[in-house]
């Protein structure tokens, strides 16, 4: 009988080292999705709780922005070709005469002086074009710069992924830095919970612990995978992060879970 006692006395005294936190679902890998640039909103392709593939069109906003700038490049661009024919045109005047004015010197019919300001003309026209060349392709490097930015017109999206949060509609402005999109990888989930700050020396980084998920009858094995050293000082607790292999097609963002440590 004593000895009975003792082994039942073991057993609850192992069953009590068991730790059970309550938990949930999170995605690792959630992308707030916004626009390169300011424009209307003219199409949206997605709605709150579809799936997408990644390169799916998300939105796409107007282009009027993007065709001002064109335009302002495009100008930029005849400017400094219409310089460079005229530098060239007065480089090839300039080089005429000073073959002529040489070949005057030589007869004495005109001054050492005159050559030589025609010389320095030529030789500063010259700079001039090699200036000029140099503008017409920076303004082509723009040119270029500006039609790849169209691409930036049709969002696309960046992963596989479930939209969680639809922030735009059509016709609406689209701004810069704003969340039209949230877009949740549920590829890459994992299990998000609280530990006592008593209980934090009995995990490290790799210890394996039990995910339960009961709304959908899931158990598997988890590894902690992060500790993050930042405590609640209201609850003095910790946030841990637990890795799971998720086969399931019926797990989300949001699902209540638990997480068994022994």
């Known amino acids: 009988m004593k000895r009975f006692l003792i082994l039942l006395a073991l057993g609850a005294s192992l069953v009590a080292e068991s730790i059970t936190l309550s938990g949930t679902v999170i995605s690792d890998n959630k992308k707030m999705i916004t626009s390169r ?24 906003i107007d282009s009027k922005e993007i065709d001002s700038a064109l335009t302002q490049v495009q100008l930029g661009i005849s400017q400094a ?3 460079l024919q005229m ?8 080089k005429l005469n000073l073959e002529r ?16 300001n025609l010389s320095l003309a030529e030789q500063n026209l010259a700079n001039m074009i090699n200036i000029a060349k140099k ?12 039609k790849n930015q169209y691409r930036y017109l049709n969002i696309k999206a960046p992963n596989d992924g ?14 810069p830095g704003m969340p039209a999109i949230i877009l949740s990888d549920l590829t890459n989930l994992k299990i998000s ?8 020396s009995r995990i490290k980084h790799g210890t394996k612990v039990t995910v339960n998920i009961p709304s959908q009858n899931i158990k598997v094995i988890g590894t902690v995978s992060a500790i993050i050293p930042n405590s609640n000082p209201m609850t003095h607790t910790f946030q841990i992060k637990i890795s799971f292999k998720n086969s399931y097609k019926s797990v989300y963002p949001g699902m209540y879970a638990t997480v068994i440590i022994k």
């Open 193 to 200: 919970a609280e530990i006592a700050e008593n209980d934090l």
């Open 135 to 146: 503008q017409v392709t920076q303004a082509e490097a723009q040119l270029a710069e500006v």
């Open 101 to 116: 004015h040489k070949r005057l010197l030589e007869k004495d019919m005109v001054s050492k002086f005159e050559v030589e």
């Open 87 to 94: 530098y060239q045109n007065q480089y090839t005047n300039v």
């Open 162 to 175: 479930v939209i969680v949060n639809k922030n735009i509609k059509v016709g609406e402005m689209a701004m």
């Open 81 to 83: 070709q219409l310089s």
């Open 37 to 60: 640039f300011m424009g209307f909103v003219t199409e949206v392709k997605v709605s709150e709780g579809d799936f997408v593939k990644k390169g799916d069109l998300l939105y796409t």
